[in-house]
């Protein structure tokens, strides 16, 4: 079993969707959990971090977190052709900051 | 508000050769990582670097090193060069002072041939 896992996709909506990227994750002591968004052949940028249960919100961007089903979500309202990337979920346990990503989620959207 | 920095953006080494790849992190930020991301993959963490010491470890093996200096720059040493290191180097700072968001700087390319 992957620590991190994400369904690699791609995930297509059409333009002003929702996008729903969805993560699971092995490891019952992880505190920190990130979303980070990768174009192709740029390095991962830093969208989203939520550390509680429940939602965190951020303009058209929403991540949830469910520890006890050990489950983190992306949302992404009104969804856009340059929204078009890979999503990368990572997790992180303890307070020394390593981070365990997932492959990545490829979400394409469509004009 | 300088962000991250890497260089050199691509390098190019034959198997066996050594390397090194330099990353200045964000102002403020006193903490580096190195990942090595492989295409179609999601990074996967080499060690981290904190007050100059290596801190954390991920299964790399000994032929990668690193080194941080009095700045907080840093370095990522590659001995040996195999075609399999070839990937995208990704250096991320983050601030011992609070939260542990990790922040990228624009990567390395490696291609070993």
């Known amino acids: 079993q992957k620590e991190v896992e994400q369904n690699s996709g791609p995930l297509s909506v059409p333009e002003g969707a929702i996008a729903s990227l969805n993560c699971t994750y092995s490891d019952r002591v992880s505190q920190s959990f990130f979303w980070y968004r990768q174009y192709s052949g740029k390095s991962p940028e830093l969208i989203m971090s939520?550390?509680?249960?429940g939602d965190k919100e951020d303009g058209r961007f929403t991540a949830q977190l469910n520890k006890a089903s050990q489950y983190v979500s992306l949302l992404i309202r009104d969804s856009q052709p340059s929204d078009s990337a890979t999503y990368l979920c990572a997790v992180s346990s303890g307070n020394t900051g390593k981070l365990i990503f997932g492959q990545g989620t490829t979400l394409q959207v469509k004009p | 508000d300088a962000g991250v920095t890497q260089s050199p953006t691509h390098l190019i080494k034959t198997r066996g050769q050594q390397v090194t790849l330099r990353c200045s992190p964000k102002?403020?930020?006193?903490?580096v990582s190195w990942y090595q991301q492989a295409l179609g993959q999601g990074p996967q963490f080499i060690f981290q670097?904190?007050?100059?010491?290596?801190?954390q470890r991920g299964n790399f093996p000994d032929r990668f090193s690193g080194h941080q200096f009095p700045n907080y720059s840093s370095e990522l040493n590659v001995n040996a060069l195999l075609l399999g290191d070839s990937a995208l180097y990704l250096c991320?700072?983050?601030?011992?002072?609070?939260?542990?968001?990790?922040?990228f700087g624009p990567g390395t390319r490696l291609t070993v041939t």
């Open positions: 991320a700072s983050s601030s011992s002072a609070g939260g542990y968001e990790q922040y």
């Open positions: 102002s403020g930020h006193d903490t």
């Open positions: 670097y904190y007050e100059e010491e290596e801190r």
């Open positions: 939520i550390y509680s249960n």
